[in-house]
């Protein structure tokens, strides 16, 4: 596709339940980042890829959270028994490659709204 | 931890009205991001920022970059009903982190 896609675009699940959230990235971008963002609030980074590897895990809330890439292309972001507070709004960009190297702009999809009741 | 904040964090003005969202730091970035968000979407990349002083001009958006590279300005004249949506900074920091400011929520009244 010509963008980033994510799915599901809405997720409703309760408290336990596990969650898994999908990114599809643009063609061809070797680095991939996962964000959460609260209502109507900035964007906390969660984890990134480049290629299949994860060098910086750190902002993961905690050990609920887990992330993995395939084929340098497709990302699942894993919640496990999720919690009230896992609600947000879960997003995924790409770039061409990672911000040290240049190519910079961060492209981003719709994000998938994850509500725990 | 590497804080953004933006001021306002909301604010609400006329058509035809200018407008100043402040980006500000105590962090140095090597670059710096703006983005702006429209309900449902995700953010979309307005500009990069990324020589201490420097000014870009996109239209009706003005956007300069502290000479420090801790903070910057976004300026928009004779606002539109178009312009309304969730503007975010981005300070870039080493080799993969991009530190998301807290937003400002603009709305433009026809």
């Known amino acids: 596709g010509a963008g980033v896609s994510q799915s599901p675009s809405n997720k409703v699940t309760e408290k336990g339940k596990d969650v898994e959230l999908r990114c599809d990235p643009i063609?061809?971008?070797?680095?991939l980042y996962w964000y959460r963002q609260s209502l109507g609030q900035g964007l906390e980074f969660l984890i990134y890829?480049?290629?299949?590897?994860?060098?910086?895990k750190s902002g993961l809330p905690s050990d609920r959270f887990s992330a993995e890439r395939t084929g340098g292309s497709v990302s699942t972001l894993t919640i496990q028994r999720t919690q009230q507070e896992d609600s947000a709004v879960y997003l995924c960009?790409?770039?061409?490659?990672?911000?040290?190297?240049?190519?910079?702009?961060?492209?981003f999809g719709p994000g998938t709204r994850l509500l725990v009741l | 931890t590497q804080l953004l904040e933006q001021s306002p964090q909301f604010l609400s003005i006329q058509e035809g009205e200018n407008l100043t969202v402040y980006c500000n730091s105590s962090?140095?970035?090597?670059?710096l991001q703006w983005y702006r968000q429209e309900p449902g979407e995700g953010p979309v990349l307005l500009v990069t920022v990324v020589t201490g002083g420097e000014v870009k001009k996109l239209k009706r958006l003005t956007f300069q970059f502290g000479d420090a590279r801790k903070d910057s300005s976004l300026h928009i004249t004779a606002a539109q009903p178009g312009d309304t949506g969730l503007y975010l900074c981005a300070g870039a920091y080493g080799a993969n982190n991009l530190f998301f400011g807290t937003g400002t929520r603009l709305t433009v009244i026809p």
């Open positions: 962090s140095v970035f090597s670059s």
């Open positions: 063609s061809g971008h070797t680095a």
């Open positions: 890829f480049q290629g299949n590897s994860a060098p910086d």
């Open positions: 960009a790409s770039s061409l490659q990672t911000l040290g190297q240049g190519g910079e702009t961060q492209y």
